[in-house]
């Protein structure tokens, strides 16, 4: 209770603190169109340009078939789902673990796999304990980035999954977008601009309607198969050669 009152101060001196380098610049820029606008109605004198976050893609193009993938990590289906993150509250763990609880009741098939590390990781386990979930739900630790985008863990998962709303344009996400994988993520701003028809959105803290989403994803294939084909088409949009050449456009239009 007394942290929460604290809130409106610590976000006072928080801009107070980005002022000092936003007024030391010509430009600002920020990967979302959300985060955008929250810059330009802080600093209406400063110039605020939206430009995209950008992975590799050829980071993704060699990568496990299922067969090695299920070898090396027997417990993995066809309806695992993925998360990817620190394994700390501000991420929302617990409202997945929940969600996925609720899903996997309806249909035991469901699996769902963690990778990342935090200080949570110990709570998180220990409920998974105590809902039984330990034959379904796997905390695989942190991977070597390079090991997680060559296991093949990303490209088979039936989707990537968080209940985060704290993001802005997670690379996990766009990582996921890389791979053709579906995303299920809550509906808030900033992260839900990276959806269009690759995937599924569900009010933020909604457990039911965040298992519905994942049952629905798992169970229908046509829904599925839509899904990694519009996950094709919007990789381009986060390719790291064009965004460099978007930076460079912009720098040089600001030493002009």
């Given amino acids: 209770l007394h942290s929460k009152r604290l809130i409106p101060f610590l976000r006072f001196i928080a801009w107070k603190y980005i002022g000092l380098f936003v007024h030391r610049s010509d430009v600002m820029t920020a990967p979302s169109i959300h985060a955008s606008n929250t810059l330009r109605e802080h600093f209406p004198e400063t110039r605020v340009e939206h430009i995209r976050n950008g992975i590799d893609l050829k980071e993704f193009e060699n990568f496990a078939d299922f067969e090695t993938l299920t070898y090396?990590?027997?417990q993995f289906n066809s309806k695992t789902f993925l998360f990817v993150g620190r394994l700390g509250e501000e991420k929302s763990v617990s409202v997945l673990i929940e969600a996925f609880q609720k899903a996997h009741s309806q249909d035991p098939e469901l699996r769902l796999f963690i990778v990342g590390d935090g200080p949570s990781r110990s709570a998180y386990e220990?409920?998974?304990?105590?809902?039984q979930l330990q034959d379904a739900v796997f905390f695989l630790g942190r991977l070597p980035h390079e090991e997680l985008l060559h296991s093949g863990l990303y490209h088979h998962s039936r989707a990537l999954v968080t209940a985060s709303i704290t993001e802005n344009q997670p690379?996990?996400?766009?990582e996921a977008i890389a791979c053709h994988t579906p995303i299920i993520i809550p509906d808030v701003e900033g992260i839900n601009e990276l959806l269009f028809e690759n995937g599924r959105s569900f009010p933020a803290n909604d457990t039911e309607a965040f298992a519905n989403e994942m049952l629905?994803?798992?169970h229908d294939d046509a829904l599925y198969q839509h899904c990694t084909r519009e996950g094709g088409k919007l990789r381009i949009e986060f390719d790291g050669m064009n965004i460099a050449e978007q930076f460079e456009e912009l720098y040089t239009n600001v030493l002009e």
């Fill in 216 to 218: 629905q994803i798992a």
């Fill in 126 to 131: 220990q409920t998974v304990q105590a809902q």
């Fill in 72 to 74: 090396n990590y027997p």
């Fill in 171 to 174: 690379i996990t996400v766009i």
